[in-house]
C-alpha cells in the first residue's frame, strides 16, 4: 500500500495539502467547520475550472495566458444575453460557449499555422481579449441580469452550492477525457515527444487546436460562473486568474515541458491555494502579507513536489 502511494503522480501534493489543512486546524477552530469547507470549495470552483480546461494545454506541451482575458469576454458576453427581458438563459450560455470555444480555437489556430510560441500568441490574444471586453461593455459594468442565471452563481441544489456542481461535473468529465480516450494518450504522447508523436500517426496539429479549445470552453464556463456569482458583468474580471491557474496545474505535478500531468493533479493543487487563501483570512493575516507567503508557499510546494517525483525514481 505503501509503495502503491509512494508511485503516485499526486503524493507529494496530497501531503503538502494534507498538512497545511492540520496546521489552519490547529491555529484556529473555525477551519473545518462544515460551512468553511463548503465555502473553501465555492471559492476555488472558478479557478479549479479555468484550471481544468488550461491543463490539456500544458500536458500537450503549451501554454495559455489569455485565460482571464477569456474568461472576462465570456462574463461580459453571458451578462449582455441575459439581462432581463432579453434572451432564454439556455440561449445565452449556449452562445458564451460556442464564444469561448471560438477564441480558444483561434488561439489554436495561431500556435499552429504560425510556429509562433504559445507564451507569445497567448500574450496577444490576452490583450486582445481585454479590449474585446471593454468594448462589448462599453467600459461600464453589465448589471440587471436574469435571476435564473444569478442562480448559477449564488444557488444551491439539495444544500449544494451551483458552482460546486460544476467543479464536480467539469473534474468527472475532462478526468475521463484525459485518463480514459485516445484523445487524453495523444495528448501526453504530444507533450512527451512531438515527433515521435507525428510520426507515430497522431494528428498532432488538430490534437493542438484541440486543446485550446477546451481551454477556451472551461475559461467560458468559468466565466460564466463568476458573472453569476457577483451577478455583473466585469470586463476587468479575471485579472491575474491565469496566473492562479497556471500555478495550480503545476503545483499538482503537471509538467512544465509537456508530456505528464493529471486533473487530480490539478485539482489538489487548486484546493492547495484555496486553503491557504481561506487560512489566511481566518488567522486575519495582512492581504499584503498573504501575497508575499503565498508566493513562497507555491515556490516551496514546487521543489518539495520535485524532490518528492526523484525519491521515487
Do not use: H
Not at 491555529?27 to 484550471?51: C, D, E, G, K, W
Not at 481579449?129 to 461600464?140: E, W
Not at 442565471?149 to 444551491?156: A, E, R, T
Not at 499584503?288 to 510546494?301: E, F, K, R
Amino acid at each position: 500500500m505503501k509503495n502503491l502511494f509512494l508511485k503516485s503522480p499526486t503524493g507529494g501534493i496530497f501531503i503538502a495539502l494534507v498538512l497545511v489543512c492540520l496546521l489552519f486546524g490547529s491555529l484556529t477552530s473555525r477551519f473545518f467547520t462544515p460551512m468553511n469547507l463548503s465555502v473553501i470549495l465555492n471559492q476555488v470552483s472558478v479557478n479549479a475550472i479555468l484550471a481544468f480546461g488550461v491543463t490539456f494545454v500544458i500536458i500537450a506541451g503549451g501554454i495559455d495566458l489569455s485565460l482571464g482575458s477569456l474568461l472576462a469576454v465570456s462574463g461580459v458576453i453571458v451578462a449582455l444575453l441575459s439581462q432581463e427581458g432579453t434572451y432564454a438563459l439556455w440561449i445565452g450560455l449556449l452562445l458564451t460557449l460556442v464564444a469561448g470555444m471560438a477564441m480558444g480555437a483561434l488561439n489554436g489556430v495561431l500556435v499552429v499555422l504560425t510556429k509562433v510560441p504559445p507564451f507569445i500568441v497567448t500574450l496577444g490574444t490576452m490583450t486582445i481579449g481585454r479590449g474585446a471586453a471593454l468594448l462589448l461593455s462599453k467600459g461600464r459594468p453589465i448589471s440587471d441580469l436574469n435571476e435564473s442565471l444569478n442562480f448559477l452563481g449564488s444557488g444551491d441544489i439539495g444544500g449544494i452550492p451551483v458552482p460546486i456542481i460544476f467543479l464536480v461535473i467539469s473534474f468527472i468529465c475532462c478526468q475521463v477525457l484525459l485518463s480514459k480516450t485516445v484523445f487524453g494518450r495523444y495528448v501526453k504522447a504530444i507533450g512527451g515527444n512531438e515527433m515521435a508523436a507525428f510520426v507515430a500517426g497522431v494528428r498532432v496539429n488538430r490534437i493542438k487546436l484541440w486543446v485550446y479549445i477546451i481551454s477556451g470552453l472551461f475559461a467560458a464556463l468559468a466565466g460564466i460562473l463568476l458573472t453569476a456569482r457577483i451577478q455583473t458583468g466585469q470586463p476587468n474580471a479575471g485579472l491575474g486568474f491565469e496566473l492562479d491557474a497556471i500555478a495550480a496545474v503545476i503545483i499538482g505535478g503537471t509538467s512544465t515541458r509537456g508530456g505528464k500531468g493529471t486533473i487530480t493533479g490539478t485539482l489538489l493543487g487548486v484546493l492547495f491555494i484555496g486553503v491557504i487563501n481561506n487560512g489566511l483570512d481566518l488567522i486575519n493575516v495582512s492581504a499584503y502579507w498573504q501575497q508575499v507567503i503565498m508566493g513562497g508557499i507555491i515556490i516551496l510546494a514546487v521543489v518539495l513536489d520535485g524532490l518528492y517525483q526523484k525519491m521515487k525514481k
